[in-house]
């Protein structure tokens, strides 16, 4: 079989740059979610900063087309029970490899809670209860905010004990419901009340959103969905090593490694912590030699905002986060979600943030030289117009974008 290839900092970084667009654009927004697999939407304005990073010439109202007009992208729970976008053409994949174990401990902790109420036969409370919203969703026959459902739908209001001791609260049941049925793909939340930042979504039934668009109706089994994604992440994401992909997937380290196997994963080593460790790569992805592949973009400047699936793509980041000591506090907040990033030559070399006035401002952490810096400069001035005194404040803030949005 030959000796097992090793694919160092540099060729990785270099193919960061290629397949995640840091650097080298992307042709529409689709393609930009795609080449990440998904993209992160826990915090409502990171689709749009990251497909304008990535995009060149895209603005916001292309972006909400692709959302909300042409429904070619699927905000949907999966991996980590954290919020996505996915392009239709993948969403089953998630749907199967991720978001469908996730629904499933959802529905049965929403069970609990109804249950702890005084509520007898809670799944069929509940069915009953989901029935009724259908019901009223088909009759409106356009997207309903939950307001608007608790006040159509009898028993959205019904109180649920939440929690335990000092931390039981009281809330209705309605919202948890719609939390679940969006899980498991029922139904799809679609434009938000209010501005592109907002994360208060309408509702409507899956089937009747999408209709017949090619794979909106595409089910696949959970093993079959799990082998899909693994292959979607090493092709994207590869090199990863074996924590990598359960903890991007959320998978058990059984369903990982049976994942893998599945997928063909071809076997390589990367280097954490100045140590050779063993990492996979997707089959077909292991070209001979240890030189970067060709025609790699240098130079470039990209400013991807917090949340980003770039860096929050790999457990182990020390290769495109530099060996800066600075790195480890002020760009992360204490559960390790990232800020906003400033990315040279597929590395971390900095943040940004914004200041109420909606200035894009930037600090270095690292020397990219005087074409580096003033490239970054240039930058922040393009996102500045950009987001047209749109002030975006990140729902997870750093040390470094609360210090320089107070500056």
């Given amino acids: 079989m030959g000796a097992i290839r090793h694919i160092d900092d540099a060729e990785r970084r270099a193919r960061l740059v290629l397949r995640h667009h840091v650097g080298h654009p992307a042709a529409d927004a689709e393609t930009a979610v795609s080449d990440l697999v998904v993209m992160h939407s826990t915090d409502p304005a990171t689709p749009y900063l990251g497909v304008r990073a990535r995009v060149a010439g895209v603005n916001l109202d292309d972006i909400d087309r692709s959302l909300y007009v042409d429904r070619t992208l699927w905000r949907l729970h999966a991996m980590r029970r954290t919020l996505w976008i996915a392009t239709l053409a993948d969403a089953p994949v998630v749907m199967a490899g991720a978001a469908r174990a996730v629904a499933d401990k959802e529905r049965r902790r929403v069970e609990r809670f109804v249950e702890a109420s005084g509520i007898d036969a809670a799944p069929a409370f509940l069915a009953d209860l989901e029935g009724r919203i259908l019901a009223a969703l088909d009759v409106a026959g356009t997207p309903m905010s939950t307001t608007a459902l608790n006040d159509r739908v009898e028993g959205m209001r019904t109180p649920v004990l939440l929690g335990s001791g000092k931390w039981a609260q009281e809330q209705p049941v309605g919202p948890r419901l719609l939390y679940v049925m969006a899980m498991e793909g029922t139904i799809v939340r679609t434009a938000p009340a209010g501005s592109w930042r907002a994360s208060q979504y309408a509702w409507m039934p899956t089937?009747?959103?999408?209709?017949?668009?090619?794979?909106?109706?595409?089910?696949?089994?959970?093993?079959?969905?799990?082998?899909?994604?693994?292959?979607?992440y090493l092709d994207r994401f590869g090199p990863v090593t074996t924590d990598d992909v359960k903890w991007w997937t959320g998978w058990t380290v059984r369903q990982t490694r049976a994942a893998l196997a599945d997928a063909g994963a071809v076997a390589v080593t990367v280097t954490v912590d100045g140590t050779s460790?063993?990492?996979w790569v997707a089959p077909g992805d292991e070209p001979p030699g240890d030189e970067p592949p060709g025609d790699v973009p240098s130079g470039v400047v990209t400013l991807l905002p917090a949340l980003d699936p770039t860096p929050m793509g790999w457990k182990d980041r020390g290769w495109y986060l530099g060996e800066h000591g600075a790195f480890g506090g002020p760009l992360f907040d204490r559960n390790g979600n990232v800020g906003p990033t400033i990315w040279f030559d597929?590395?971390?070399?900095?943040?940004?943030?914004?200041?109420?006035?909606?200035?894009?401002?930037?600090?270095?952490?690292?020397?990219i030289g005087h074409h580096g810096s003033d490239a970054v400069a240039v930058e922040a001035e393009r996102l500045t117009t950009w987001l047209r005194g749109h002030v975006v404040i990140p729902r997870f803030r750093t040390p470094m974008e609360k210090e320089m949005a107070l500056g």
């Fill in 346 to 367: 597929g590395r971390v070399v900095g943040g940004w943030a914004q200041r109420a006035d909606g200035q894009v401002v930037t600090r270095l952490l690292a020397d």
């Fill in 277 to 279: 460790v063993d990492a």
């Fill in 207 to 232: 089937s009747a959103w999408f209709g017949a668009r090619p794979g909106s109706a595409v089910a696949l089994d959970e093993a079959t969905g799990r082998t899909a994604l693994a292959d979607r």
